[in-house]
């Protein structure tokens, strides 16, 4: 064989070869297009479970703030007559009350050493003459009572109204989701 030959053959071969490693490489890049796609698929798959997923609880939590709102207004209701029913004590209550030279009337506790005045607030034997006071058919305690149990109701009004504002505020977010 000459040199001419097995050049030719040497060609021949490397040509081969060449055809090997682009099959190869043809075969293996369908398959990783195959791979690919099959990921995509499953990626596609699992993005819409996701999103069926986020819809339902959009809608769970939906119906737990609808429970919620139902909640606070019967709440609301309850203290707004709580409220009514305690300030309208109060004032009943008023028309018992000692009333001292300046109008302003108050309650002396059972023990005379202290009392509170219309709005709530006590006073003592330093700021008062605690015998000028008369007893009178309501205590300075009682008195003292029905105030803290308007104060007390005044602050769950408030917290419910909190809470309002924060369930409408995630229901909106809820809501700008869709």
Do not use: C
């Not at 055809?19 to 490489?25: H, Q, R």
């Not at 596609?44 to 606070?72: C, G, N, P």
């Amino acid at each position: 064989m000459d040199d001419f030959e097995i050049r030719a053959l040497y060609s021949e071969d490397l040509r081969k070869e060449r055809e090997k490693w682009f099959i190869v490489a043809r075969d293996q890049r369908e398959q990783q297009e195959i791979k690919a796609d099959k990921s995509e698929e499953a990626f596609m798959e699992f993005a819409a479970s996701i999103i069926l997923a986020t819809e339902m609880e959009v809608q769970e939590f939906q119906a737990k703030l609808d429970t919620y709102d139902e909640a606070t207004v019967k709440a609301l209701m309850e203290n707004t007559k709580a409220l009514e029913a305690i300030n309208e004590k109060i004032q009943e209550n008023l028309n018992h009350a000692y009333v001292m030279d300046d109008g302003t009337r108050v309650y002396r506790s059972e023990d005379g050493t202290w009392g509170i005045n219309e709005h709530g607030q006590r006073f003592n034997g330093d700021t008062q003459d605690m015998e000028t006071i008369p007893s009178t058919k309501l205590t300075a305690e009682e008195a003292e009572a029905d105030f803290k149990k308007r104060d007390m109701l005044q602050r769950e009004r408030t917290e419910i109204l909190e809470f309002q504002e924060k369930s409408d505020r995630a229901r909106e977010r809820s809501n700008s989701d869709d």
